[in-house]
């Protein structure tokens, strides 16, 4: 048995309709299910984007399938978006043009990352292959600094 890889990632926001056209605009992401509660973006056809109204999530949700079990997140989260190498410049003037880009790291893996703010104040990151152990070839991580 194995994980295949993280197949949603939920962030909470004041209004989930307002942030979807944020991350339709900006990123071109397509809506996969829209409600007052929820909205489901699709990331490259493999991921999904979860944009929950804060506080709608605080107790169970009943489906015809079966409860969802109560899930919440409070303060500013961070993720990050996959990108190419190659598109790294396109992608850092895309943020500045929404004058949404907050910083940006060169690692010394090789990797790059740009980093931006949505409408609620989180932290989202996009990086270029080469950062992590296994995106450069190697089967171990370093050895944590002691």
């Known amino acids: 048995m194995r994980i295949d890889g993280i ?4 962030l909470y926001v004041a209004d989930p309709a307002r942030s979807a056209d ?23 056809g493999k991921g999904v984007l979860l944009l ?18 109560a899930h919440g997140g409070s303060g500013r989260c961070h993720f990050a978006f996959s990108i190419a190498a190659e598109e790294v410049e396109a992608w850092r003037g895309r943020l500045e043009s929404e004058a949404i880009l907050e910083g940006a790291v ?17 932290l989202g990151e996009l990086m270029t292959p080469g950062f992590w152990a296994w995106s450069r070839g190697i089967a171990e991580p370093p050895p944590a600094p002691v």
């Open 7 to 10: 197949l949603e990632t939920a």
């Open 22 to 44: 944020f991350y339709r605009r900006v990123f071109g992401f397509l809506p996969l299910l829209q409600s007052e509660r929820l909205v489901a973006l699709e990331i490259a």
């Open 52 to 69: 929950f109204r804060r506080g709608d999530t605080d107790r169970p949700f009943e489906t015809p399938g079966g409860t969802i079990p």
């Open 106 to 122: 060169d690692w010394p893996g090789g990797a790059v990352s740009l980093y931006f703010r949505d409408l609620d104040g989180n």
